[in-house]
Each structure stands twice: as C-alpha cells, then as structure tokens.
C-alpha cells in the first residue's frame, strides 16, 4: 500500500491528538508502519495546532511533505487555508463549519476572512463541509466533535467499520465510549 | 510486541530497560513527557527537582553510588545544569549516567534554539541522536553501555520532532542491574586542582578512545544506493532526506560527537557530490570540512529553523522552494487561558504604566497586545535580577516604574537567589510571584510548594510566605489573583516603599480541575462599550463593532471582568 498521508489542524483543546491517536492505533492494528508529528506546550493555549499522521508499508519522516497530503481535516475552518498547498492534487478536504475567532480577530486588530467555505472550495474542489459541533451537541456533549470527524474521515479511507470503532474504544477514556462510538457513527453515516 | 510510541516515552522506556534506578527532571518542554513517563514505573525512583542543576547533582550522586541514572532537561535547562556537566566529565561515572537534553530548533516552545552538540564538544561528553521512537529507546541502552564502558556521562541530544513524533516501538524485557560497588577515591571524584590536573589527561585518551572506536559504532553506518548523491546526516534530518531523496547514499549517524573520521572520509570517497544535512548550526559540516574533504555545496541551510523534505530537495536538486498558499489568514497566537489567574497583574501594571521584567511560563504571553505587562523575558529566573539592575542603573526614583514577575515554579528554580541578592544589596524592587499552584507552560507538573511528589505521593508543602520573609523580605503581601482593585491598590504602596516587597498573587491554573463556575454574561443595556473587559485579551469575551459579548461555553467563570467593569454590566449566570 501506498503511505496514506492525513493532515490534522485546529485550535488547541479540540480533541486533536486524541484523534490522531486513535488513527495511529489502527494503523498499528492493521499491520502497518506508523508515523504521527505532534504539537505540545505553547501552541497548545489556544493557538493553531496541527499533527502529521502518516501509515503504510514502510514511513520514514513523520512530517507530511507539501502537496502530499491524501486527507486534511481542519477543526476550525479558518485553518483549512493555512494548509491547502500540503493536499494532493485529488486530496480531500474535511472541513469543520465551525468559526473560532483568533484572539487578535476578536479584539479587532485582524478582520476574520469572508466567505471562508468558498475560499476552501476553490482551492479543493474535494472538500466536505460539516458541522460536527451540532451533531456533538444533539449528542449532549460538544467535546465528541473530533470523533463525528472522525466518523467522517473513515468513510474515506478503506478500512473496515468495527476495526474503527475497536480503536475508539481502546483509546478513549472508559466512561466515553458509547458516546464516543455513537458520534463516530453519526459522522461516519453522515 | 510493536507499540506506538512518543520519542519522550520511548525514552522513559528505554530507561526502564536498562534497568535504570534512579532518574531526576526539571519539566521543559519538548522534554517533559520523558520522566512523567518514567514515574509510571514502579521499579524507578523518579523526581521533579527543583531545577535542572540540582536533577543532574541528584543524578551523579546517583551514577556514583552504583545505581544507573538517567537525568533528563530541554536545551536550555543545560545551561543551568552546566556546571556539574563540565566536572562530571571530568570524574567520569561509576554506574551508567545518562542525560537526556531535547532541543527545540524552530523555537516551537522556548527562547532560543541552541545546539547541544557544542556542549557535547565543549564538556568533553559523547552525543548520541536517535531519529525516532525506536531508536530513542535503542539508545538509552546504547547510552549506559557507552557510558560504563568508557567511564563518561553520555548525553542523549532530542529535538521536538523526536521527542513528540510517535512510532513504532519493539519492546524489550527489563535487564535487571545490580548497584555497582562503590569505592572511595578521591583521584577521582574530588576535583581539586591536582586531582583534576590528571583527570583531564584521562578525559582526553578517553575522547580520543572514543572516536577512534567511533568507526565501528553499528550506530554510525553507511546506506548505499546511487552514489551520485552522498548525505551526512543524524537524527530527524536523516528521515527527511530519505523522504526528498530516496535514491540518495546516505551516511547515517547515531553518534555526533565524537564523530567517526575514517567513516566519514571513506563515505566521502564512494560518492560524487557530498553534502551534509543538519539542523542549526553546521557542527557536522563544519568538522568535515575541517579534514579537508570538499563539500559538493556548503552551508546549504539556514542556521535557523527546522529543516523538511521540502527545503531539503529543494536545496539539493536547487530547485524552488513550493510557496505558501497566497491566501491571506490571520494567524492564531497561543493565548492565556480563560479563567487564567495571569491576567489580573497584567491589567493592573498596564493601567498604572508599569514596566515589568518578566520570566518564563505561561504568564510570558502577558508580553503580547493587548495585556503588554511584561517588558523582557531572558531565562528562567531572571526577572528577579534584572529588576534589581534595572533599578540601580536608574537609580531609586526612576526605577519606581519598574517590578518583576514570576511564577511560582519558576520562582523556586532559580528566583530566590535573586531575591536574596535584592535583600542583600539593599535593593527596593517590588517583586510580584504569579502562584498558580502547578507548573503551568509544561502541562501542570508538581513541584515543592505543591505538596505533591512526581509520583503523586503527599510531600511538605514550601511555604512561599515564609521562605520570602527568611531571606529578609519584611513586606510580603498575599493577594487574590482576580481581585483587580487590590492587586492595583497594593502595587502602588509598594512600588513607592523604600524597601524591597512581594507580592504574592494566589489563583490555580485554571486548567486544574475544580468545580465548575457559572459563566457570566453583558447585560447590553448597562453595558456603555468601553471597552476595558476586552482588553484583558480572555479568548471568552469578542466585540464585533457593535457590542462586546461572553461567550459562555469558553467562559471560566473568574469574574475578573466583572471586577474591572465599573458599570456592573457584567453578571455572572444564575443557576
């Protein structure tokens, strides 16, 4: 199998490296070699955050090369066009419909760009835009946002089903389980 | 058995293998995970010393007495430790010391991006560099073997991409290491002059031993392919050439410094065009070039930043490098938290037109608009000092508008020597101590005035108070971190006292788990859009040019801006 390259990006405190995480566990499941680059400290208050997670045969650097990236899937939509150039040419875009101003756009020294789900589509015709936040909140709990991406992450991938949701239940913390799979599911039938 | 694992964990692994007994940190990131890690085992006494001198004091003494130790820091935390590294490469080890230093080329989380070779070739000290989890671990025992057998300390050098990249992991079982027998001798662990005098001989057969034995290190090794392009490389570099060039040769090297000259020149001889590929400064290069072997092109990178695939092919093949995308984003500065117990000072030096020294820790983004509460930032400690030579270059008068600010952890690594010199030179600064109760930057880590150890076990708590009024400090104050008005009250008395002061702002991360606080809200109709609450820079409170609203899924419930909101517009949320 080729390298499958996925690009993850959000703000601090989305629930990033946990689903990075859970991508790297099956990829480990499956047999494949794994790579994951991950952002700690600093950034992590509230700044942009982004992990590399990389699996196939046989990977060597655990950075995602520009242009080589197979899925980008952003948090917050904003980030998405920090990172466009990074996507192949028939790379997929998932986007989270979800707005969190940078504090220098809510004290009004940077104006948040218009219209930023045209900018995305433009740039990456392939683009699915979702509003996990809402499916997490009729779910009852905002932080499962990153397992409805998830959800919608797998169905572009060709990887069984239940392998996903043994990894999300091996990797998230035992009281979430259930909601945690029943937001993949949301996602992942979307 | 294969795991995923973080560089950090691998290493925390690879201690655990070696049959490490004793292992000692100052938290820094990207190193910190190291010895959290580590405390998981049972088997391993670990601590969080107060700072990285006293972890690696901690960690000879260890060495010494016969238990392998490992002893782990950030770059910068060498500096502080850098003391005890220059004679300990004198005394050489009794049982294995190892010493794990991760830097941070890029600056992802600190204040500079040295290089921690030139203290492997300034402290006489071997350097290994793992490129990935697995080798992360494959060199902590590489580390000890190296470090018994040749009687050094071994210093293990991460870089972030190491230390928090995950892959995969062979596990290993636990060797089971007897205490070396420990015996006096005073040749060679008393550094006086003359002792030390003949150590340095010792040192110096010891180096030369070392690279001369440096050839036939498995870790150093050569991989063929099309010799038209040679690499030299180490550590995550050697990964991203493998990336940007797979059909390049490449000379891959586990141990740099002391490196392998016989090597390194016969690699020179199979391939045409030679190149060297490193992060930071050209350590690497600099010695190739010093055995007279020509470079197909030199200094081919930055000195500055993190090296990609991309910049590598790039400036191999010379061809341009790919372009950001053109789109015009703004950027997303790490913040301080909501509810964070850093704000309150900051407002209130910013109101009265203080300056401050500042210091390390998450209070350090208090520097950034619209808060501007801090003037400098060095090192960890320094705001002490420094407000104590800020004052006596301005003298008394002029110096008034000037204090210090630390944080609690911080205060404890290295502030109370400052302090004690502010007392003892009869300074008059007012310092303020930010205590947040955790060590904040790094992820919440325990430290003496927490009253808890690494492994979570109770431990007496250092009393700030007490400790400030021993070194001489007759006017210490203790203020709530939220309670603006006082913070603001306070500050003037003492920053007008002809004496030295602290004061003590007490408030916990707001990230350590607490009930949770009803979140407040802007009743717009009192509201008059001053605009003071937004210049506390809380990521919960936003104005859209028409009003200034909370957020109240961000929001902590802190109240500070309800105390500086002199309309009352803003109330906190019934039940």
Redesign the interface.
Known sequence: METINILIAGVGGQGILLTSKIIGHLAIDLGYDVKISEVHGMAQRGGSVVTHVRFGKKVNSPLIEIGKADIIMVFEKLEALKYTHYLTDEGIMIVNDHRIDPLPVALGYSEYPDNVEGKICENCPESIIIDALKIARELGNDRVLNTVLLGVLAKQLDIERDKWLKAIEENVPPRTIDLNKNAFLMGFDK | M???M?GNEAIARGAYEAGVKVATAYPG??S??ITEYIARYDRIYAEWSPNEKVALEVGIGSSIAGARTIVSMKHVGLNVAADPLFTVGYTGVNAGLVIVVADDPGM??SQNEQNTRYYGQAANIPILEPS?SQEAKDYVLRGFEISEKYDTPVIIRMTT?VS?????VELGEPMEQKLRAYKKDINKYVMMPAMAKVRHVVVEERMNRLAKDANMLDINKMEFADRKIGIITSG?PY??A???LPEASILKLGMVYPLPDDIIREFANKVDRLYVVEELEPFIEDHVKAMGIKLYRENLFSIQGEL???IIYANIMEKEL????A???????????PGCPHRGIYYAVKKLGLHAAGDIG?YT?GAL??LEGIDTCICMGASIGMAHGIEKALGRDDSKKWIGIIGDSTFIHSGITGLIDIVYNKGMSTIAILDNSTTG???HQEHPATGKTLKGEPAPVLNLVELVKAIGIKNVEVVDAYDVVKIEAVLKREINRDAPSVIILTGPCALLPTEKKQPFVINQDMCTYCNSC?QI?C?A???D?KEITIDT?LCDGCGLCANICVFNAIERLSD
Do not use: F, W
């Open positions: 294969k795991r995923l973080l990131t990207p910190t995970e992802h989380s990935n991409r928090h990249s995950q892959s995969t995550v990964l991203y493998k990336d940007a990609s695939a991309n790919k372009e950001e995308p789109i015009d984003v703004p950027g997303r500065p790490p913040v301080l938290c998450c983004l608009p619209p930057m790094t992820g937004s820079a990521p409170i936003s104005e040019g899924s």
